[in-house]
């Protein structure tokens, strides 16, 4: 089966606020918030990761999660977030084009 | 040599931000007084004034609208602005604080005109304009937001004598530096940022100018009616999912988009937010000290 890739919209702002991730969209001002699973997806969306792998090593190990039921969710949650133009996706790596910081609470780096 | 027409000159200064409206009509400068009378500054004299923020009035007889657009359209080309709606068409440099506005003898006009140009302003240094009531009590501000009907004008009619009402419409907020006289030196000693709420002249349905004064922000409420006063906590999600609902925003432009993100994103990091369930009589007020 093909990669797919993900990467961040440009066209969006985002923080990591109260332990969770929040997302508006500038194209329509839609307001997101993340649940952990799905903020660790959209932090690692960098266009070069392919979804399967970040699935397997990120999301798969931080949370105790069969590996099929949560491809599955994450392609529901990618799907979800690409229709509002919040993510990106493609099946070739997506070329970095001022990708939105996240920025986090120093807190939580640490 | 022939001087040409009087030119009258009117500061008004609002969440204190002057800016300086040129006009020639005297029914004009009238007109700006009356409705913005707690908020004018004398005007500065030409030595003292360092390029002041200025806005250039024309006016035009009252016949037939100005633009084609009913609702308010906010557009830009890189730092400017174009604002425009039936009745007024408004230019607006954000880089040299320089804009004119053509519209007919309407207060309503350079309202609009004066908050997207103060929501500009204050974008980019983490303040906003807000849909919400103010109003100052111990020395401290308090938020009310909340949708049309959630209660905004109530609350403010209910205040005891000891709160002084700053708007019951339009809040006006600005994240301030110690350079700008913020009032919070606990805050200022440990590098916080400080937000203050200001009195605006924009008044709802409570018909009367606000008080021209500022506070620290103690706390942001958002109002529903119900059978009882009670103050609940709110997820962070949620308070920032209903303040930028309340933000006055007009432009989906993602660097103000992103700007006023920003904005809010920090807001609710540092001002305590929460749900504000009330009935309409005066008892709420005992739970906002």
Redesign the interface.
């Known amino acids: 089966m093909a990669d797919t890739f993900i990467a961040r919209s ?2 969006i ?1 985002a ?1 990591a ?4 991730m ?1 997302i ?6 839609t ?1 997101f ?1 993340l649940n952990e699973v799905a903020t660790v997806i959209f932090q690692a969306a960098d266009g070069r990761t392919p979804l399967a792998e970040i699935v397997e090593k990120k999301v798969c190990t931080e949370f105790e999660v069969e590996p099929e039921e949560a491809q599955r969710d994450a392609e529901q949650f990618v799907a979800d977030l690409s229709k509002h133009g919040v993510l990106l996706v493609s099946d070739q790596p997506i070329q970095a084009h001022n990708f ?1 910081n996240t920025p986090v ?1 120093k807190a939580e780096n640490s | 040599m022939s001087l040409a027409t009087d030119r009258h000159d009117v500061v008004v200064d609002i969440g204190g931000t002057a800016i300086l409206l040129r006009t020639h009509s005297e029914a004009f400068r009238t007109l700006l007084q009356d409705r913005y009378q707690h908020f004018l500054r004398e005007p500065m004299s030409r030595q003292s004034a360092r390029d002041p923020l200025a806005l250039d009035v024309e006016l035009l007889p009252e016949s037939g609208p100005v633009t084609p657009h009913e609702e308010l359209v906010v557009r830009h080309d890189g730092d400017r602005w174009q604002i425009v709606r039936g009745d007024f068409r408004a230019h607006w440099d954000a880089v040299r604080g320089h804009g004119t506005i053509t519209q007919t003898l309407s207060p309503f006009a350079i309202d609009s005109v004066l908050r997207v140009v103060h929501s500009l302003i204050q974008a980019p240094r983490g303040g906003f304009l807000l849909h919400g009531a103010s109003a100052i009590r111990n020395g401290r501000a308090f938020l009310f937001s909340g949708v049309s009907g959630a209660g905004k004008t109530t609350i403010s009619r209910l205040a005891p004598p000891d709160a002084t009402i700053l708007t019951d419409e339009i809040s006006y907020i600005r994240r301030l530096e110690a350079s700008d006289g913020a009032q919070n030196e606990t805050s200022q000693r440990h590098g916080r940022p400080v937000y203050e709420a200001f009195g605006t002249p924009f008044a709802g349905e409570l018909a009367r100018i606000g008080a021209n004064g500022r506070a620290p922000i103690a706390h942001l409420f958002f109002l529903t009616q119900g059978p009882e006063n009670r103050i609940d906590p709110i997820p962070t999600s949620d308070a920032l999912r209903m303040l930028l609902r309340n933000i006055l925003f007009f432009a989906d432009d993602s660097k103000l988009v992103e700007m006023v993100f920003r904005s809010a994103c920090e807001f609710v990091d540092h001002v305590p937010t929460s749900r504000l369930t009330f009935l309409p009589d005066q008892r709420v007020w005992e739970l906002i000290q």
Do not use: T
Request: avoid cysteine; glycine fraction near 10%.
């Open positions: 440009p066209a702002a923080r606020l109260g332990g969770e929040m508006m969209s500038a194209v329509d001002s307001f918030s939105p609470k």
